[in-house]
């Protein structure tokens, strides 16, 4: 009996432990799963917004392009898609937003008004991006939830536009926000500066990181 004893106090813990380290890998592998999901559908998402951009710019009534660069268009060139540039951010509102006038392209200006700030960390490093709302925009029923953030960056008159790139975003239902930068886009005046007025980046966007996403450039549009 004694001997029976002896072999469950050295069976038993060695079979709970062997349970918990089999339980603990089924989690594990059960994260790692839900992880490469969303990952795939992160990827699709993205990839939809390239072939959207694709379209818009191949379609006569949209693209801003004009004349042989309209013509010559087949596709934009884009940064591989990287998952590190999705990062959500911790954003707080403006709970008294004031209308401002945002210089244009055109020497003009627009009325936008500062929604928030939304702050993040990129390989170890912290960095603010404060995002707005137009005025103009706000009052449209399908626009009414949109956001605007514009934003430099150090590859700007290297592989991107040199007066930035903008991203579309929605009001945000809690106090964090994403910011994918691989939907980050060029505004129309990188392609036709004679035709468009597009909003400038504020210098308070500016960041001092390469954010190599979204789309490129090809310096061969008059701008």
Do not use: W
């Amino acid at each position: 009996m004694k001997k029976i004893i002896l072999i469950l106090f050295v069976v038993l813990p060695f079979f709970m432990f062997s349970q918990k380290k089999k339980l603990s890998d089924v989690k594990k592998s059960e994260a790692k799963t839900i992880v490469d999901k969303n990952s795939n559908s992160v990827k699709l998402e993205i990839e939809k917004f390239q072939k959207d951009l694709n379209k818009e710019y191949l379609d006569k009534k949209e693209t801003p392009l004009r004349g042989d660069n309209y013509t010559n268009f087949k596709q934009h060139p884009f940064f591989p898609i990287d998952l590190k540039y999705r990062v959500t951010a911790d954003f707080v509102k403006n709970e008294n937003p004031k209308p401002f006038d945002l210089p244009t392209s055109s020497g003009k200006s627009k009325l936008y008004q500062e929604y928030g700030k939304a702050t993040f960390l990129l390989d170890g490093k912290s960095y603010t991006l404060t995002i707005y709302q137009s005025l103009d925009l706000m009052k449209m029923e399908k626009y009414k939830d949109h956001l605007f953030l514009p934003f430099r960056d150090e590859t700007n008159q290297k592989e991107t536009y040199g007066g930035g790139k903008y991203m579309d975003l929605k009001i945000p239902k809690g106090n964090t926000i994403v910011l994918d930068f691989n939907q980050s886009y060029q505004p129309f005046c990188a392609y036709n500066a004679y035709d468009y007025n597009c909003p400038i980046v504020p210098e308070e966007n500016k960041l001092p990181v390469e954010i190599k996403a979204g789309v490129m450039y090809d310096d061969i549009y008059h701008h």
